[in-house]
């Protein structure tokens, strides 16, 4: 079985500064990864995805997140954090062949300015 | 537009009171899922469909029961709710197989539930 660790539960980080969210995950086989974003009282947006091939993908609103197979790693990163990034942050897994997607806990950015 | 629509939004019921939520997609997906999320523990698989007919138990299935008629539709029934069931629900649906875009969910806006 499969699962997925977020180091954090809560980030809080200033207006302007970098941030990292970090995402661990377990499973003996390939893996299709993902990070989802919820805004308050809304549903699940997805930030961006890695299938295969260059292990650093970029998704929207700036955010980017690099695979690290033997670390098993998948961490989300931005190099400059706005208060509308406040939100809450799923990592999620997903087993080749197979459909069901396993996520994290999740990690609350806090953004203040 | 592609989307997974989720009815209601928001319920209020009483223990014991059946229940059903509603999830559409039109964009022909083979699988759908059920997730509710908690605080503190994420979204966690409830049921899901590979198609028509064919549904099996995620990680919390107790409670809820799910039936897949129609390739767009998959509800979520809750026959005796109880307050623990207390969630956000959300449908999901992919096209499960094939080609990069097919890996990413869909989701719906969410079902808040409160059962007192």
């Known amino acids: 079985a499969q699962s997925v660790t977020q180091l954090d539960s809560q980030v809080p980080v200033f207006e302007e500064a970098p941030v990292e969210l970090r995402c661990n995950y377990s499973?003996?086989?390939?893996?299709?990864l993902f990070w989802y974003v919820q805004y308050p009282n809304q549903g699940l947006q997805l930030l961006l995805k890695?299938?295969?091939?260059?292990?650093l993908v970029k998704g929207i609103n700036g955010f980017e997140a690099e695979f690290n197979k033997s670390q098993t790693s998948f961490h989300l990163r931005k190099p400059s954090v706005h208060i509308s990034d406040t939100a809450e942050y799923f990592c999620?897994?997903?087993?080749?062949?197979?459909?069901?997607?396993?996520f994290g806990k999740g990690t609350m950015l806090l953004v203040s300015p | 537009e592609a989307q997974v629509t989720q009815n209601p939004r928001y319920l209020i019921t009483v223990t014991g009171k059946k229940l059903t939520v509603t999830c559409s997609q039109n964009?022909?997906?083979?699988?759908m899922s059920w997730y509710r999320q908690d605080p503190g523990l994420g979204l966690r698989q409830i049921y899901y469909?590979?198609?028509?007919?064919?549904?099996d138990k995620g990680d919390v299935p107790e409670g809820y029961k799910v039936s897949r008629k129609e390739k767009r539709n998959f509800p979520l029934i809750l026959e005796s709710p109880s307050p623990n069931q207390t969630s956000l629900y959300f449908c999901?649906?992919?096209?499960?197989?094939?080609?990069?875009?097919?890996?990413?969910?869909?989701f719906g806006s969410g079902t808040r539930l409160t059962v007192v």
């Open positions: 499973s003996s086989v390939s893996v299709y």
């Open positions: 964009m022909n997906h083979e699988y």
């Open positions: 890695y299938l295969s091939g260059s292990t």
């Open positions: 999620a897994v997903r087993r080749g062949g197979y459909s069901t997607l396993t």
């Open positions: 999901a649906s992919t096209s499960g197989t094939g080609g990069e875009d097919s890996y990413g969910y869909t």
């Open positions: 469909s590979m198609n028509v007919e064919v549904t």
